[in-house]
């Protein structure tokens, strides 16, 4: 067994601590406008409520770049554990990128404006909220990370379960669309959008399996 370190990653500085909790913030809200902004979507279409939504991921997003700027300075400046440095650049980076699948996702719908049929409508919403609590979970996971080490392996787990929930809810989604009478171009349409909107659960298991790495090199 495993005896972990407990002390924070962060050493003495405050500094990073902060910038590390505001980045982690913008990806749990990120999530949490983009639960509100699909079934929005299904409900009103491309609208004003729906395109201000889109905005805000976008200044989100925006704002997150500029915090890992911060942290990279920051870490260049500031004391930690050894060998920690390379591993919260590597972690970041792989969270921007999941703010920026929230992000495109939010543009494909814009941009493409998919119609999905009413009876599609709660399978999607139900599949977003997953997504989302997949996130949610990895955030927890990143936070404990940081700060208690021996929770990681409880809140990785959370997305696990979240991301096979996940893969369940795509399949089940996608071979109702394949079900219909729609026309195969249509078909095809739709199930990009669902599949886009699962691999964000992919991602999200992925860094959750680089924390966990993480914490392991920590405890030798």
Known sequence: MFSFKTESIFGQTKQLEREIDQFVDILSEVGLVFKTIIPSYLSNGASNKFDEMVKQVSEMESKADKITKEVERTLYEETLIPDSRSDVLRLLEHMDELIGMY????????????????????????????????????????????????????????????????????????????????????????????????????????????????AIKRAI
């Open 103 to 214: 992000q495109g996702n939010c543009y494909h719908f814009s941009i493409q404006k998919p119609d999905f049929p009413e009876e599609f409508h709660e399978d999607l919403k139900n599949l977003t909220e997953t997504v989302v609590n997949c996130v949610e979970s990895l955030c927890l996971t990143v936070r404990s990370f940081f700060r208690d080490i021996k929770s990681v392996r409880d809140n990785a787990h959370k997305v696990t379960y979240y991301e096979k929930e996940s893969d369940k809810q795509f399949s089940s989604l996608a071979r109702k669309i394949f079900d219909t009478d729609l026309s195969l171009d249509k078909k095809m349409h739709l199930r990009y959008f669902v599949e886009k909107i699962d691999r964000i659960c992919d991602h999200a298991e992925d860094i959750a399996d680089e924390v966990q790495i993480y």
